[in-house]
């Protein structure tokens, strides 16, 4: 009976007075708290595991031919043909080196990273966010703003990675044949041509911080992020493979390029009307050298080969823009209304005056969507719950609506 008295959990401790149930093994004894959280934990496994293996199975990669990418990228994005083209090349490359493993005699090709220079609003993220989603690969956006030095207040490149390893469930083969857009890259250029003297912890540092992942190299990633967990283990992600897609407006480089090219010269040779067009899109001639003399350092400009450029949007384009996409501003409030019960009909002349306010202002396609919701935001607030089955947008209800708005009050650059 003594013998009775003594038993305890041997994972626990807690005796057998403490307990309401003692399992009894060979030599030891389990408590009924023990196998519930042993349950707990082997639930938790099992479940990682199989996101981790659903994760690999959602993230197989598709590859197309080049004319199939760029079919598929003019159902989201309206025009910008040169830059779709060079985008399905260097994608299109850059996965079939992945799938194709080259031998030790064979020629090995190096992998070709992107810069996308245009004014805002015109497709940039856009392209690269419809790229991740043909070919099925992990994706994660980073602005280049946040980056400083290692080492001061701010985000490591690292943790660019941090966040792809997040979209696909820290898959870490998926993620190391991923895409990253790195946004506003022009935010992180020096203010002149020439190295800075003092120290640019959120410019050329940057820069210089970004050249070996570019490249392709092993990296430490800490997976929730740097400083705040200093102790946590890391993972190691070679970037090897892993596309960069990098855009910024760049805005007064077309200044940069206007100084190279000349544009201001006289002469009886001189065709005015040509020199006129080129000076309204200039970022069509834009070079590595531009964009050094712009503050990116050569050594980057090195790891980022293709260069390609988004054309400003001119009125038949915003047009487009807002009714042929799969996922057109028009067809995304009609869908909003129609949850509601609710037939949208936009007039023509509405679209029109949209387009106008949009060249007006200069913001580009995201502007169309400010102007979209100015125009009917009475409307989703008020018609919801009234029992309405129809709502008409005319020219004059589209005036009164955006004559209301803050809006309206917006300065013409």
């Known amino acids: 009976m003594a013998k009775q008295t003594n038993l305890h959990c041997s994972f626990c401790g807690r005796s057998r007075d403490e307990v309401k149930i003692l399992i009894a093994g060979q030599e030891s004894h389990i408590c009924e708290n023990c196998v519930e959280h042993a349950q707990e934990i082997i639930g938790q496994e099992l479940v990682g595991t199989e996101e981790q293996n659903t994760s690999t199975q959602n993230f197989k990669l598709t590859v197309r031919k080049p004319t199939e990418i760029k079919k598929f990228l003019d159902e989201y994005v309206i025009g910008q043909d040169e830059a779709k083209k060079i985008l399905a090349v260097a994608v299109y490359n850059h996965f079939k080196r992945i799938i194709n493993k080259v031998e030790k005699d064979e020629v090995e090709i190096e992998k070709s990273n992107i810069i996308m220079v245009g004014e805002t609003g015109t497709g940039k993220t856009l392209l690269a966010k419809s790229i991740a989603r043909m070919l099925n690969v992990p994706f994660a956006i980073v602005d280049a703003t946040v980056f400083t030095e290692a080492g001061y207040v701010g985000e490591d490149v690292e943790s660019m990675l941090t966040r792809l390893l997040q979209n696909c469930n820290y898959d870490v083969v998926a993620a190391e044949r991923g895409i990253v857009y790195v946004d506003e890259l022009d935010k992180i250029a020096r203010k002149g041509d020439n190295p800075s003297i003092t120290r640019d912890v959120s410019g050329e540092g940057v820069q ?31 970037t090897k493979n892993i596309l960069f897609i990098c855009g910024g407006a760049f805005d007064g480089i077309d200044k940069v390029i206007a100084r190279r090219m000349n544009t201001n010269a006289i002469g009886f040779n001189v065709n005015k009307a040509e020199q006129e067009m080129q000076r309204k899109n200039l970022l069509q001639f834009i070079n590595a050298q531009d964009l050094k003399g712009f503050g990116l350092i050569p050594e980057l400009l090195g790891r980022l080969p293709v260069v390609t450029y988004l054309n400003p949007l001119d009125a038949e384009t915003l047009r487009n823009i807002l009714t042929e996409p799969k996922n057109s501003l028009i067809k995304q409030f009609t869908k909003l209304f129609q949850l509601e019960g609710i037939a949208l009909t936009i007039e023509e002349e509405v679209l029109n005056f949209m387009v106008e306010k949009a060249l007006e202002y200069k913001l580009g396609a995201r502007g169309l969507r400010s102007i979209c919701e100015s125009i009917l935001t009475d409307a989703m607030f008020e018609l919801p719950g009234t029992g309405e089955t129809e709502l008409l947008v005319t020219l004059d209800y589209a005036e009164n609506m955006f004559s209301k708005s803050k809006m309206s009050l917006l300065k013409v650059a």
């Open 208 to 238: 210089q911080g970004l050249l070996k992942m570019l490249e392709g190299t092993e990296v430490l990633v800490p997976p929730q992020g740097g400083r705040k967990h200093p102790d946590q283990k890391m993972i190691k992600v070679d």
